[in-house]
């Protein structure tokens, strides 16, 4: 059946970061009959796009992500509902060690060959990056070179998808949360080939005419995505400066060291957010999705939302503390709070895996973020309705076709395969029964 703007579409994570811009882009296009579903009402206390700041930038990996990033730069700039949560304070990817420092010098090949060289400034000397980056003047960044972004910047994340729910609400979307918004299992066709709506935890039946999983970390645990995506949990820490420190810093460009981590200049409440750089967590445990044919090993993310005294292994104190030597000396010895993970899922080869389920006509997957989508908050909605209406652009769609079996998302692209947190400690401080709660889907 072909969608009018009368369909009903059901959008689970629709709180999160990739649904909420579904169901924004499906509201701008006129169709009127859209359920955003979600365990937490928008934005999400779990989203990986529930956080301060995230880094934007241009991604040159490939033609796709580079033309999804020139399309976002310009709806963070100029679209209202985002605009104001863009910080154009810059960005300096900066490196000390002879690989990073060759990365740095691909950088900039492949900025030239896009046309983009004459938009960042390669920084050769330490004395260029301090000109460029005063607050780096006291850090240990000998031998270190860098290239300087002038359009990058960060968005302040959650305020963004805040500001996507108020337009929603607006257009009048409906939106059902809690237990009553968790998707539990879909409903299938007599023959099984065809979804006709979906099932949520608290026993509701929703039938539609499609049904969109936009649930993040959480979709490989709620459907079959036969081993496509490997959900890994990242870290953060703030920090709380003065309001001396807060007039020293404010206006500092992101700094990105791909050995070390990244910082933000403070936010108007003089919070610092640090970060390492590493290839993420796993969570393994045995668990069957809907459907697979029997339990398997599936990497299940711990919801920071439902477990709030959860923080970070030990080892991840460890390399933020080093992060934090690095960039910031000065503040070796702060507190630091809000010590958190957030989940994200990779792919093998860091593209999306937005499409159909091959197994369910009408059933949508949009997932697969590898940890670089937040930037695409404004757009990628667009690009997942062309999919519900058949129109989406053949190159993204190769992109981002189901594809099993094409790699290891459990590697990924990353310099090393994930630890599991099972083999980690000090990031657990309560007692809840986690193998009880691995059935309680999408509020682990
Ligand atoms: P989410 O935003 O996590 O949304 C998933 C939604 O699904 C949530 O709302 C959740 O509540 C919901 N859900 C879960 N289970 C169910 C269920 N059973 N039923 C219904 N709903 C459910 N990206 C950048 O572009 N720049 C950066 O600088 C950057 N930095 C990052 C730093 C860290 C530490 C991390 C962890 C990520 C970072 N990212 C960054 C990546 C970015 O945050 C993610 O790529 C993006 O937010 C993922 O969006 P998503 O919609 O796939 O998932």
């Known amino acids: 059946m072909r969608l009018d703007i009368n369909s009903s579409i059901l959008i689970f994570g629709g709180s999160g970061t990739i649904g909420s811009s579904t169901a924004l882009h499906l509201t701008r296009k006129g169709y009127r009959n859209i359920r955003v579903l979600d365990v937490y009402p928008i934005p999400s206390a779990q989203s990986a796009g529930n956080d301060l700041n995230k880094i934007m930038g241009t991604s040159l990996r490939n033609p796709v992500d580079r033309q999804l990033s020139l399309e976002a730069e310009d709806a963070w700039s100029n679209d209202p509902t985002f605009s104001p949560y863009y910080h154009r304070s810059g960005r300096l990817d900066c490196c000390g060690s002879s690989d990073g420092i060759n990365d740095l010098r691909d950088t900039v090949a492949k900025l030239d060959d896009a046309g983009l060289g004459h938009t960042v400034e390669w920084l050769d000397t330490e004395a260029q990056i301090i000109q460029r980056v005063p607050q780096l003047a006291g850090s240990n960044i000998q031998g270190w070179k860098g290239i300087f972004f002038e359009r990058g910047g960060w968005l302040a994340a959650a305020k963004a998808i805040d500001s996507v729910g108020r337009e929603l609400i607006r ?17 299938l066709s007599d023959d099984g080939k065809t979804c006709l709506g979906a099932v949520t935890k608290d026993g509701t039946r929703y039938l539609a005419d499609r049904v969109v999983l936009a649930s993040g970390a959480w979709t490989p645990s709620l459907v079959d995505l036969e081993d496509q995506c490997c959900s890994k949990a990242w870290v953060y820490a703030h920090m709380q400066l003065t309001p001396e420190e807060v007039k020293e810093y404010i206006g500092c460009p992101v700094v990105y060291n791909e050995d070390i981590g990244f910082f933000f200049e403070p936010t108007e409440d003089g919070v610092v957010k640090v970060c390492d750089e590493f290839p993420g967590f796993t969570r393994y445990k045995m668990h069957q999705p809907f459907g697979a ?110 594809r099993p079996g094409s790699g290891d998302a459990r590697k990924s692209t990353r310099a090393a395969l994930a630890k599991d947190l099972a083999d980690l400690p000090g990031w657990k401080h309560d007692s809840v029964d986690t193998e009880k709660g691995d059935s309680d889907h999408g509020v682990v």
């Open 171 to 187: 257009h009048g979307v409906q939106f059902s949360f809690g237990d009553s918004g968790t998707f539990q299992s879909l409903i």
């Open 293 to 402: 044919s029997k339990p398997t090993l599936v990497s299940i993310p711990r919801s920071h939302a439902r477990h709030p005294t959860d923080t970070y292994p030990d080892a991840s104190e460890i390399t933020i503390r080093k992060a934090i030597a690095a960039f910031l000396p000065n503040f070796k010895d702060k507190e630091l709070f809000n010590r958190a993970m957030c989940w994200c899922a990779d792919t093998a080869d860091a593209n999306l895996l937005v499409c159909e389920h091959p197994r369910w006509k009408g059933c949508f997957v949009a997932t697969g973020d590898s940890g670089h989508s937040f930037k695409l908050l404004p757009i990628i909605g667009k690009h997942i309705v062309e999919l519900l209406e058949g129109t989406l652009q053949e190159d993204l769609r190769e992109a981002w076709r189901w």
